[in-house]
T-cell receptor, first 115, second 113 residues
């Protein structure tokens, strides 16, 4: 079974621009979560989508948004980029069977550099 | 507030020297505790999920245990390829935080020959 895939793997943008990152979950997984990882803050939760609906949101400004499509693929968008948005953005998927805690499986991440 | 604290921050071991990593947590209603391994520049790789106090799981040289307040990742006779950052995360039982993992800062393990 193919793992979680993320595109692009690397991205360089300048301040003020916007960016869209893409995530394809493991086949059959319905929940997709996004995390930001930086050396200073570690892994921080951005948001989680299930059946095209945002189910949870972390403490990030409204410049960070996302969506999920009917095939469970997800995108996240960051508008008006700031230097501090430079990070590894990770996507994770889980089956979310609702019976017990479902393990989240991570993709390789998108390394975003804002100049 | 849900919190996860890992110690030590960094650990250097000689090949074959066994040790343990600690993960202490504060969460209102634990739904699951997760251990991941992360290599530089890569996404976290899933190792274990633990659900209740007393539970243990093993995989090759790694063994994870869980109590009501902390989890340990025991590494027996480590090899250089075990060098990585080990991350601990918890998921709370509250419906409002479903799908959200709270991560610790990780333990950076270096195993030298």
């Amino acid at each position: 079974k193919a793992g979680v895939t993320q595109t692009p793997r690397y991205l360089i943008k300048t301040r003020g621009q916007q960016v869209t990152l893409s995530c394809s979950p493991i086949s059959g997984h319905r929940s997709v979560s996004w995390y930001q990882q930086t050396p200073g803050q570690g892994l921080q939760f951005l948001f989680e989508y299930f059946s095209e609906t945002q189910r949870n949101k972390g403490n990030f400004p409204g410049r960070f948004s996302g969506r999920q499509f009917s095939n469970s693929r997800s995108e996240m968008n960051v508008s008006t980029l700031e230097l501090g948005d430079s990070a590894l953005y990770l996507c994770a998927s889980s089956p979310d069977r609702g019976l017990a805690s479902d393990t989240q499986y991570f993709g390789p991440g998108t390394r975003l550099t804002v100049l | 507030e849900d919190q996860v604290t890992q110690s030590p921050e960094a650990l250097r071991l000689q090949e074959g020297e066994s040790s343990s990593l600690n993960c202490s947590y504060t969460v209102s209603g634990l739904r699951g505790l997760f251990w991941y391994r992360q290599d530089p520049g890569k996404g976290p790789e899933f190792l274990f999920t633990l659900y209740s106090a007393g539970e243990e799981k093993e995989k090759e040289r790694l063994k994870a245990t869980l109590t009501k307040k902390e989890s340990f990742l025991h590494i027996t006779a480590p090899k250089p390829e075990d060098s990585a950052t080990y991350l601990c995360a918890v998921q709370a039982r509250r419906g409002s935080t479903l799908g959200r993992l709270y991560f610790g800062r990780g333990t950076q393990l270096t195993v030298w020959p």
